[in-house]
């Protein structure tokens, strides 16, 4: 499975923005998709997953109840709404295609990633 996310982009506080997640590959259907993000001198961290139907999602505290996952697997992808953007949502956003857990480990294939910065 090879992934590629894409939708990021500058926003200021309160905003919102809709990430991308867009795969390849014939099992597709058959991995959790989950999101992660990395701000500068922090460790990668989780954002939100999906299992593999889409029946099961799972988010952070940090954007509970802000952000919401969602997948198509006819058109093999997957997305991220992010509304009342924060300064502290800034990152580098990754998707990864793996086990429907909050591990970073538990994921076999990660995207390049798509930078979200959010102004104050």
């Known amino acids: 499975v090879q992934l590629q996310a894409s939708g990021g982009g500058l926003v200021q506080a309160g905003g919102s923005l809709r990430l991308s997640c867009a795969a390849s590959?014939?099992?597709?259907?058959?991995?959790?998709v989950g999101w992660f993000r990395q701000a500068p001198g922090k460790e990668r961290e989780f954002v939100a997953t999906i299992s593999t139907s889409g029946g099961a999602t799972y988010y952070a505290d940090s954007v509970e109840g802000r952000f919401t996952i969602s997948r198509d697997n006819a058109k093999k992808m997957v997305y991220l709404q992010m509304n009342s953007l924060k300064p502290e949502d800034t990152a580098v956003y990754y998707c990864a295609a793996g086990t429907y857990s909050s591990w970073p480990d538990r994921y076999n294939y990660w995207g390049q990633g798509t930078q979200v910065t959010v102004s104050s």
């Open positions: 590959g014939r099992t597709f259907s058959s991995y959790a």
